[in-house]
Every structure is written in C-alpha cells, then in structure tokens.
C-alpha cells in the first residue's frame, strides 16, 4: 500500500501520508483483538485524534482499495 502513519509512537495525533492510495476505513484494536474505535476516513483528513487511547499496544488496520493492512501501533 502507498501510505504511511507516523509518529509511532504516538501520543495524541496520528499523522497519514496517502501518496496515491485511497483509504476507506481505519479501525483500531487491542492487543486481544476488540475494535476499540473505527474511523471512516475521506480524502482530505490527514490526521487521526488518538488521545482517547490509554497507554499501550494496538493493531491499526486499514481498509485501501479493497484491501486490509494491519500495522502494530505504540500509544505513549
């Protein structure tokens, strides 16, 4: 997939870099697999608020053109 996320870790704001890719969906997840938030995400959002998201480890999946990645995601 053509983007990225940073910082990792994160504290309050996720940063996107879409490039070429058009993104649909972000959900976040815990360690154990719960959907802890999903966001529907249009073209012009560059960030993601995650200062709700107490201190620890989560999955990131994203939903590209009709496919799904996952990345491992570090809230401080």
Known sequence: ADFTFF???VKTEVNID???TI???INIYSLTGKK???YEIN???TSLNLSNLTTGI???NVIAEKESYTVK???D
């Open 58 to 60: 989560y999955f990131m």
């Open 7 to 9: 910082p990792n870790p």
């Open 23 to 25: 993104i649909d969906q």
């Open 73 to 75: 995601l570090i809230k």
């Open 43 to 45: 073209q012009t959002q």
């Open 18 to 20: 879409y490039k070429q």
């Open 36 to 38: 802890i938030h999903s």
